[in-house]
């Protein structure tokens, strides 16, 4: 709510003016506060790093925000920054702040996902069946990384293999450089791994033993 509220108020331009002229001031009161005069003419702007961790999805592309913490006096600024997608760990995004006379250098941070990971714009996913799948042979779905729901093997196929990868065309991440809504996408690459029978029956021993580790009753 707060991103979009901030975008609301960065897109119009009555708007805009009224939030660089607050900045301004906050940043006029933190000069003055200092002992230093704020500059009324054009000035350069300072640069300023931070780091912005963003989780996968984010990186499909979306707005983002950036807590700034200025002197106490003036308080913290939320600034909204476009993320585009594609965009890969250790990028650098550029945000002009007018009315404080800034500019963020914002270098993105990927932050690790529960069942995907990254390679180039391909994802990379493990899916581990049943020892008895190829018997029953039941279909595999997955939710990819945009929230669509994948068919990885239709119902009454074999995994033909103990380690079986199967690559989807488009599901991965946007390209860098692409067009919003017109993005191409890398692939997403989905192993499927059939766990042996021994490994079951050894999980169900475990299960079985008494909490003192000695033999069933």
């Not at 900045?23 to 704020?38: D, I, K, V």
């Amino acid at each position: 709510e707060a991103v979009n509220e901030a975008f609301s108020t960065l897109s119009e331009p009555a708007s805009r003016r009224q939030y660089d002229e607050s900045l301004s001031r906050a940043a006029g009161r933190a000069a003055s506060h200092a002992g230093a005069p704020y500059p009324s003419g054009p000035a350069e702007y300072a640069a300023v790093s931070v780091e912005l961790f963003c989780s996968l999805e984010a990186m499909l592309g979306g707005w983002q925000e950036i807590l700034l913490s200025l002197p106490s006096h003036v308080g913290q600024l939320r600034v909204p920054v476009w993320v585009p997608g594609g965009s890969r760990h250790g990028d650098t995004l550029f945000v002009k702040l007018e009315g404080l006379r800034l500019e963020l250098h914002a270098q993105l941070r990927q932050l690790g996902h529960a069942r995907f990971s990254r390679i180039g714009d391909d994802l990379r996913t493990v899916i581990e069946c049943h020892p008895l799948h190829n018997l029953l042979r039941p279909p595999i779905r997955i939710r990819t990384i945009c929230g669509h729901t994948l068919t990885v093997s239709d119902a009454g196929t074999r995994v033909q293999k103990r380690r079986d990868v199967r690559s989807f065309a488009g599901y991965g991440m946007p390209r860098a450089g692409q067009r919003r809504g017109l993005s191409e996408r890398g692939a997403l690459l989905v192993e499927l791994r059939v766990r042996p029978p021994y490994a079951e029956l050894a999980q169900l021993a475990v299960l079985a033993s008494p909490p003192g580790g000695g033999p069933p009753p």
